[in-house]
C-alpha cells in the first residue's frame, strides 16, 4: 500500500504541479466563512458572493454590523443560504464572545461553531494554521474509494483510514491533489480513466 501511495501522489503531481485551495479569502475568519458557505456549493459559487461581501465586510467588527436578514441578501445567490445565513450569524458572535475575536485552532471549538462539523474545521485548521489533517469532501471520498484506498463508507471513517496510509506530511496536498484530480478527471460521473496518469494503481471500485 506504501507504494501505491507514493505513486498515486508522484501521478497527481504530475496532472496537477500547483495545487491550493479553490476558496478566495484573505483572513482566517473569511476562509472559515467561505468554507462553511461551501457546502454543498462549488467554490466558484462561493467565490462570487464572497468578492462583494468581503469587500463591502471584511473583518469581524464590520461583519457583527450586518443583520441576519442583510447577511441572507449577500449570499442569496449560492445554495441553502437561509441556514448558511443564520450558522454565519451565529457564529460570528460566538468567535466575538468567546474565543476574542479569533478563529478558534482547535479541531474540537472549530466544531462547537454552528454550520461546521469535521470536514469544515479540517479545511480550515489545513489551509488556515497549515495544520496536518485530511479533509473528506465528495471528490475525495469518492476517489479513494475508487483506487481502493479504503471501503470505509463515511467521510470520517475516510479520513481515519487515509491519514492512517499517506504519510502526515502529504495529508494537505493530497487533500488538494484529489479534489483537483474529482473536478478535472475523476469526476462523478464518466471518469476519464483513459487520461489518468494513475490508471494503473488504481481499483476501478464501482467505475
Ligand atoms: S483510473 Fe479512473 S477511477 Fe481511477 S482515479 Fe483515474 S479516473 Fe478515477
Known amino acids: 500500500m506504501k507504494k501505491k501511495v507514493g505513486k498515486v501522489i508522484s501521478g497527481l503531481r504530475e496532472h496537477y504541479p500547483v495545487v491550493k485551495t479553490g476558496l478566495d479569502f484573505n483572513t482566517k475568519l473569511q476562509l472559515l466563512i467561505s468554507t462553511v458557505l461551501s457546502a ?4 466558484k459559487s462561493v467565490n462570487k458572493v464572497t468578492e462583494s461581501l468581503y469587500k463591502k465586510y471584511p473583518d469581524l467588527e464590520s461583519l457583527l454590523k450586518l443583520t441576519r436578514k442583510e447577511i441572507e441578501d449577500n449570499i442569496r445567490e449560492i445554495g441553502i443560504y437561509k441556514n ?3 450558522n454565519i ?3 460570528l458572535r460566538i468567535i466575538d464572545d468567546e474565543y476574542n475575536g479569533e478563529v478558534p485552532d482547535k479541531m474540537k471549538d472549530l466544531m462547537k461553531l454552528p454550520g461546521v462539523g ?3 474545521a479540517s479545511v480550515v485548521l ?3 494554521f497549515g495544520e496536518p489533517t485530511f479533509p473528506v469532501d465528495t471528490h475525495v471520498y469518492r476517489i479513494c474509494r475508487r483506487i481502493g484506498f479504503t471501503k470505509s463508507s463515511t467521510a470520517d471513517k475516510v479520513s481515519d483510514d487515509m491519514m492512517k496510509i499517506i504519510p502526515k506530511e502529504n495529508w494537505i496536498e493530497m487533500h488538494h491533489l484529489l479534489i483537483s484530480h474529482g473536478r478535472n478527471i475523476c469526476k462523478a460521473r464518466n471518469p476519464e480513466c483513459s487520461n489518468c496518469n494513475i490508471e494503473k494503481y488504481c481499483d476501478k471500485v464501482g467505475v
Open 89 to 91: 450569524y451565529k457564529l
Open 126 to 128: 489545513a489551509v488556515g
Open 40 to 43: 454543498q456549493s462549488t467554490d
Open 84 to 86: 448558511k445565513s443564520k
Open 118 to 120: 469535521r470536514k469544515t
